[in-house]
């Protein structure tokens, strides 16, 4: 049975959640000004998203730092992930980077310079007014990304690009996307390339939410760049929802005025839906992807990075956009990046994590899953 259950302004009690108490089902209606959460040390999470929709591949690295806090876990994180024909696992391959540190020439501006490195080499991520560089490498497995030279797309692109500003209480986000060149060496061996669209994501603050929900997905249209983009981050009571289309610039937060949004989560079946209203305005989001798709996620914790979540980047989301009860807007998107958090995935964690342990070539970030 479904849970219903109200969030208002009030600040979360919890930094997480036993594992003994998981709630995979979850009802959930928001209405409320900007929320305070929890608070832990200060975290940055880098999230670069590639979606090759010609070769139907899709690659991300992501990138999480603690700058200057120390624990008994890990405060760094780095995970390449691949996923072939948007229908499989995908294969991740993790490290825990050494002294990684980040500097940007304003913090909540991703159109100024931005250069993220480590000392091991493992990482390297620049990002200027003339694109991006990035560099991942573990375990056998290097994924790079360069931006086109001297490419009028990329100028283009660069002028319509939606940098969006997401207040998640004390998280903050930020994404931008951009055309890239990709090259990705798998430990089996073989090489893959092609051009690309890429995804930038910054999330970084001191809330610790393990009520995390997200989902980022793309149409491409039939001259191969991208028509619209789903870009949904929930945070308990906080949450940004934006839908770009050809005909329509939705961007809603749950610090406007009027705004509610109903959520119906059940991250064991791998499905989620989001109603988003506001007035006359209201977008319902059906999202879905098939349960063997999923693998870890890495999350921030009060003991470091952890494995508390799921992703999947083999999703299928269905948007509608209604004014005055009346559609006007729909949308299906192919290879989302779905996302729960730990208060909706704990038991999945709990069996994928002994899956994991039970196969050392994975823990190793070598196992071969297709």
Known sequence: MLRNLRVTAQPFR????????????????????????????FHEIWRIRVLDSVQRRSYAIDVGNFPGSWFLGPST???????????????????????????????????????LSAADDSVCIELSGKGLNARAQTYGAALTLTSPRQSTENQT?????????????????????????????????????GSAFAHVQRVWGDSIVPEWLSCLGYHFGSNGFI???????????????????????????????GVEVDTQVEAEYGRLKINVQQASKKLVIT?????????????????????????????????????????????????????FGAAYAARTVQRMTAQQYSSPLRVKGKGVTK
């Open 287 to 339: 999202a879905s992807a098939p349960h063997r798709t999923f693998d870890l996620l890495t999350l921030p914790t009060t003991q470091g990075f952890q494995d508390k979540g799921i992703q999947t980047f083999s999703g299928t989301a269905t948007v509608e956009a209604f004014e005055h009860e009346r559609l006007i807007d729909s949308q299906v998107i192919d290879g989302l990046n779905l996302q």
């Open 157 to 193: 692109l660069s002028k319509i690009t939606a940098l969006q500003h997401k207040s998640i209480s004390s998280l903050n986000s930020q994404s931008l996307r951009l055309p890239v060149f990709y090259s990705f060496d798998h430990p089996a061996g073989y090489h893959e390339e």
């Open 77 to 115: 994180s780095l995970t390449i992930s691949r996923s072939d024909d948007l229908a499989g696992r995908p294969n991740s391959f993790k490290h825990a980077p050494k002294n990684l540190a980040t500097a940007l020439t304003s913090a909540l501006d991703l159109s100024h310079d931005v250069d």
């Open 14 to 41: 919890h930094l997480l959640l036993p594992e003994a108490k998981p709630y995979v089902l979850a009802r959930r209606r928001v209405s409320c000004s900007l929320a305070s959460s929890t608070l832990g040390a």
């Open 227 to 257: 028509e619209t983009i789903l870009d949904v981050t929930l945070a308990g009571g906080p949450f940004a929802v934006g839908y770009h289309s050809p005909t329509l610039h939705w961007y809603l937060v749950d610090s406007d005025p």
